[in-house]
Structure formats: C-alpha cells, structure tokens
C-alpha cells in the first residue's frame, strides 16, 4: 500500500552451534531495525548506519530490496518505490547471521506493506526466505526466535521451535576480522567418514536435550567433527579460542561460518570467565557480547500516522 510505513526488528542467530551442521540455529538479542515506506512513485532511498554501513549497496542490489521485489513477484505485485532506513545491530561477515537478517528484514516488510491484501503462513515465510538465503537455519531462527530445527521435506523448507533452558547464557565473542561464508564452505570436504557421520548424529541429539533440559551436557554436546577443524586454517585465532574455551570446560562453538566463537555458558557467572580467558589465549582482540536467547524472532508492525 503506498504511503504505508513499517517498522521491522530482526535478531542475530548462530547457526549449527557445534554438530548441527546446516540444520541447528539460535536468535541472540543483537538486532538489525528497518522502517519501511511505500513511495508513490519509482524512487529508491536508503540510509544505513552501524554494522558494514559503509560496504551496503544503496541500489537494487540491496539484499534488503532484492528480498522485498522477491516476495511482491511471488504473489504476481509490482514493488513500490521505497524509504528504507536501516540501523544495522548484527555484525556483518561475523558469522552471526547478517544475511539472514537483511532477508528476513526484507521478507517480513514485504509482509507488513501487504496486509490487508495478502495474507503469509508462516510457512510462506520460510519458504520464501530460504529462496533467497540457500538454506533454513539461519532464517528459521530470525523468522521465529528461540531454538529452531531446521530442515527441507517434500513440502519445502520445515522448522520446529524449541524454547531454550534459562540456565543457557549465551556469550558471543567477536573479532575485528570479517569471514566469507563461501570461503568457509569451500573448505570442507564432499564426502566424510561413517564414523564422523555418528558422532555428529549423536552430538546433535544430545544438544537438544543439552539446550532445552539439561544444560550441564553442553560440552559434550557441541563436540562436532563435520566442519569446524576444516576451516580451521581460514581462521586460525577462531579455532585456538575454541580449543582453548573447551579445554578449560567451556561449550565453545565456531558461530556459522566464523570468524565469531559462540559459547554457550551454563549460567550467567560462567561468561565472565570465558571474556578473560578469550583476552589472554590470541593477540586478537575480541569483543565479547553477553546476550540472552530472542524467543519472539523478527517482528514488524505499521507505523502509526504521525508517530516518529
């Protein structure tokens, strides 16, 4: 609708949180926030602050624009010119889902500047975000919050929600360092042992009852053998720091794709521990971000007339 405004939140996730490779991923309290306007006419503007303000396409190529035109197409609309102001809280090449985020963010103001004229599932929204970004488990999480399972069946992409333990105290650990998912992915091998099969299979089970149960078996449960020592040598400061935290009883992951390292502590006080053994293991610098799990996923609404 022209004219309308929408106001849009989205989290950080961390995807595959150790053996859930491709499949696990968790919204953090770190958020991207967008309004939205439809213009009456062809015009494009955008204005963004904060995390990789300076590297953001202000054209069509925005990944923000790209995924709102995707959904106008797919229910057979033209996309409005638009206002789009971004305020860019995700750290961007962190591994701490910024794409996801901007495909989500572009998904749900689809959504909003649609209402009343058509109406999303939630599975729409999922399969339409995952169009975009490749695979489900980074936008599951950012769609709907908590703890998501994530995975594609004859119906298209699937997720199921789980809320996390409150004794789960998720710590981010951040790097200067940017890391490219593409990079990342290339590293890995096609084809992997039974064995390793196995114990990541096992591993993943056990961190479901790890994060919504029993927190005490989380470093057991983040054991992984599919992908984190294979990009080690992309991001060797990552990979010490995740040693380092697991050999001193941390559950340390790499977050996604890197170069981040998600520690998923079992109680608040366990935090402060891992920030300063973090500042003495590497002679990187690390910004530790002490969050909570996001159980609400992204939200938009409409902007009230007058409102700023």
Known sequence: MEGRTVLVQVPATSANLGPGFDTLGL???V?????????DDDRLEIE?????ASEIARDESNLVVRSIDHVYKDVGREMPGLRITARNGVPHGRGLGSSGAAVTAGVLAAKGLLAGEVEFSDADLLRLATELEGHPDNVAPALFGGLTIAWT???GPQHKKLLVHRGVAPLVLVPERTMS????RSLQPPHVSREDAVFN???SALLIAALTQSPELLLDATADRLHQDYRAEAMPETH????ALRAAGFAAVVSGAGPSVLVLADGPGARQDAVELAESVTDTPWEGLMLAVDVRGGTVRERAEGST
């Open 181 to 184: 998912t593409t990079l990342a």
């Open 48 to 52: 963004v602050s904060g995390s990789g």
């Open 153 to 155: 069946g004859e119906n």
């Open 27 to 29: 919204a953090l309290s």
């Open 31 to 39: 958020y991207d926030e967008l309004t939205v306007t439809a213009l």
């Open 240 to 243: 010490t720091l995740v040693q």
């Open 201 to 203: 299979v096992s591993r």
